[in-house]
């Protein structure tokens, strides 16, 4: 139903008209149940902070929809874990997620879509046992804790394998595409864990790619024959940065709405271009979505 009533809001938005409701339905329509504290938790599939939320107890969520508004911030920690079973968070821009000394799984396709901030702290730890974890270019993922995949793999110790061609790699710098699955028949995805990570420069994606995949113990790693910093001179990553400074986005007039505009980079030809998403405040609904090359 609520995919359905987003469609229809999204016309009535091209069409110029409002919607006239309470300002709380607003808010629950396009955010979800704001939660403001951790009891009683709320009942409904859709979910939104707003604030601060501190796990501080073994919590398990099942199916449901988590948006963390800009500004708010979920926090794990006093040794809690955080089980997700066919839940879906999504992280505004401005948002966080910080897995101070406790942890946060992923289990039965459960995901993370990040455009805010996620920290794991030393005492932290991430484990994707069956699910998505992606990283988009305006996102930022700083793993200092423990990162675990399918059959509880260290991910750390693969990822340490890019050190040993690039010994100026920091996962920070690059957009993260995480996926653990344990079962499947599928030639793309066969069952392990797979990361692909684009190098990016702000919230320039670049066509640099690093490949892991973890695949019955086995570690496949591909890469380019030179390390990033030997592509993206400094000349180079100052004149992306001149052209996304001059980019000017379509104007955006919607009630109710967040733009998030990112940048992906084709290094073979030179062409950069911009992409405009404009979602409700959930994350949900696409009002519109403009790809453009820059010149």
């Known amino acids: 139903m609520k995919k359905l009533l987003s469609l229809i809001t999204s016309a009535l938005l091209f069409c110029g008209l409002s919607i006239s409701a309470p300002a709380q339905s607003i808010y629950e329509y396009l955010h979800g149940v704001a939660w403001t504290q951790i009891e009683p938790l709320p ?3 859709d979910i939104s902070i707003p604030g601060t939320i501190s796990i501080t107890k073994n919590t398990t969520f099942t199916d449901k929809d988590i948006i963390i508004e800009t500004g708010g911030i979920l926090e794990i920690k006093n040794g809690a ?10 992280i505004e821009n401005g948002g966080t997620i910080k897995i101070t000394d406790g942890t946060l799984k992923l289990k039965n396709r459960s995901n993370i879509d990040n455009n805010g901030t996620m920290i794991v702290e030393k005492a932290g730890k991430l484990n994707v046992t069956y699910g998505f974890f992606r ?16 059959k509880g793999k260290n991910l750390n110790a693969t990822l340490s394998q890019i050190k040993k061609f690039d010994s100026a790699f920091d996962l920070s710098d690059h957009v993260v595409y995480l996926r653990v699955i344990p079962d499947s028949a599928s030639d793309i995805f066969p069952c392990g864990t797979n990361i692909d990570l684009f190098y990016r420069i702000d919230t320039i994606r670049t066509d640099y790619r690093y490949t892991l995949t973890l695949t019955n113990g086995k570690l496949n790693f591909t890469h380019p024959e030179q390390t990033p910093s030997e592509i993206y001179t400094p000349e180079l990553i100052s004149s992306l940065r001149a052209r ?9 007039n919607y009630a109710h709405i967040q733009r998030q505009s990112c940048f992906y980079y084709n290094n073979k030809d030179g062409t950069l271009f911009a992409e405009g998403h404009s979602y ?3 994350g949900e609904g696409i009002v519109d979505c403009v790809t453009e090359a820059i010149l």
């Open 43 to 45: 009942t409904s599939e």
């Open 81 to 90: 874990s955080l089980t997700l079973q066919s839940t879906s968070i999504f």
């Open 135 to 150: 990283v988009e270019p305006q996102g930022t993922f700083i793993n200092n804790g423990k990162f675990t995949g399918y």
């Open 244 to 252: 996304v400074a001059e980019y000017d986005p379509p104007a955006e």
């Open 280 to 282: 409700f405040a959930d």
